[in-house]
Nanobody, 123 residues
Framework: VQLQASGGGLVQAGGSLRLSCAAS????????IAWFRQAPGKEREFVAA????????YNVDSVKGRFTISRDDPKKTVYLQMNSLKPEDTAVYYC?????????????????WGQGTLVTVSS
């Protein structure tokens, strides 16, 4: 399983970015895919997930209403559209895959991880 996260960068507060997670080596439609993030000096945090069956979960406290996760199974890609970005969204964003994943927020549920893409939001 290979996951390639991309789309990070530097953006001003209030701006938008779209992250992509491209997968290879798996039957993509059978995998739940999640986004996590890790800010400097903090633990890795769940952001959002798309289950293999189409369900979606979010970290409500942090991102609900601002971030949207979506998937394109033929392209084997999951997207994270991030709007109204805040400086506290600054982190390395990782995508992760879980076979028959139901969209769990638990790090230990995910078998494979991408390398991460850095998002920096300036105030």
């Amino acid at each position: 399983v290979q996951l390639q996260a991309s789309g990070g960068g530097l953006v001003q507060a209030g701006g938008s970015l779209r992250l992509s997670c491209a997968a290879s080596g798996i039957t993509f439609s059978l995998y739940g895919i999640a986004w996590f993030r890790q800010a400097p000096g903090k633990e890795r945090e769940f952001v959002a997930a798309s289950s293999w069956s189409g369900g979606i979960t979010y970290n409500v406290d942090s991102v609900k209403g601002r971030f949207t996760i979506s998937r394109d199974d033929p392209k084997k890609t999951v997207y994270l559209q991030m709007n109204s970005l805040k400086p506290e969204d600054t982190a390395v964003y990782y995508c992760a895959a879980d076979h028959y994943g139901v969209g769990s927020s638990r790090i230990g549920e995910y078998e494979s991880w991408g390398q991460g893409t850095l998002v920096t939001v300036s105030s």
